[in-house]
């Protein structure tokens, strides 16, 4: 009986001890979420100006869990698995090659949510966006 007890227990502090890594995602004040979502690879050219509100809650993302993250953004437009379970989501900020068919690999610049071994995110990088003067 004292044997089943333990087995009990420490099968309920593992599911406590997993089940409370991360945090949820709520909503993010002025980042319209749903249009970012429906800017997949960033072809419509709506996420750079839909950036901002969510760089400046930068730090609601750290300790995200990775669903939550996608319910927020949606589907990352590429994912690097890494070692020790590690993966970076990637969302494209402006158009470019990747808005082709097939949705090829481009340079552009992106949004980098980077997950550590818990599922839970570690760093959160924006490449810099063109500036009007670049284009002349």
Same mark, same amino acid.
């Given at each position: ?50 950036? =901002?509100?969510?760089?400046?809650? +930068?730090? $609601? #993302? ?6 939550? !993250? *996608?319910?927020? %953004? ?29 949705? =090829?690999?481009?340079?552009?610049? +992106?949004? $980098? #949510? ?6 839970? !995110? *570690?760093?959160? %990088? ?11």
């Amino acid at each position: 009986m004292l044997r089943a007890s333990n087995s009990l227990l420490s099968a309920i502090g593992l599911a406590l001890l997993l089940g409370g890594c991360g945090h949820a995602l709520t909503t993010i004040p002025g980042f319209q979420a749903a249009a970012w979502r429906a800017d997949t690879y960033a072809c419509r050219n709506q996420r750079a100006a839909l950036l =901002p509100p969510l760089l400046a809650a +930068r730090a $609601q #993302l750290y300790e995200a869990r990775a669903d939550d !993250v *996608t319910a927020l %953004l949606g589907q990352p437009d590429e994912e690097e698995l890494q070692a020790n379970t590690e993966k970076v989501y990637y969302y494209y900020l402006t158009p470019g090659p990747q808005c082709g068919p097939r949705h =090829p690999h481009a340079t552009g610049p +992106r949004l $980098q #949510l980077h997950f550590g071994p818990l599922g839970t !995110v *570690t760093e959160v %990088l924006a490449d810099p966006l063109p500036t009007a003067s670049q284009f002349r």
